[in-house]
């Protein structure tokens, strides 16, 4: 049988060596962890579509397609044995301000040194900044191999 897994598009929002994350609140999931603006992709929609309206929807910003590069990728298997895609979009550009466009997902947004994030970061949102950071472009986590940025 086929392997078939979430694909979720992550946005790498990064200004002044800072990144914007959300603080989950009211989603029954990683409520209280920190995440990049992200979802998951819909069916019928190509990936930098996805994470063009997951930043519209979450943080009121337009992007631009030319202006988004796959930054990393991440394989990630969750405490609940779900594997999931991820792929971590970096935007050179963007028009607007970020808000907090989604009040009953999420409790406020904040920019954050990529060198220091919250403690209270969720892996997966942490594992794909990581490999950002260090310019590297592919990770698993949470497979039973050798477990990522050990």
Known sequence: MAYRSV???MLLLVRDDAIL???RSGTGFA?????????KLEAGEDAAAAICREAREE???RLDRESLSLASTVHFRNEYSEG???LFFHAESWEGDPVNAEPHKCARIAWFPLCDLP???YLYTRIG???YRRQENFTTSGWGTQEALE
């Open 21 to 23: 994350l959300a603080l």
């Open 31 to 39: 409520d209280g962890l920190w995440n990049v603006p992200s979802g």
């Open 7 to 9: 694909i979720d598009v």
């Open 129 to 131: 900044i990581e490999l």
């Open 59 to 61: 943080i009121g910003l």
């Open 84 to 86: 999931r895609l991820g």
């Open 119 to 121: 403690d209270n970061t």
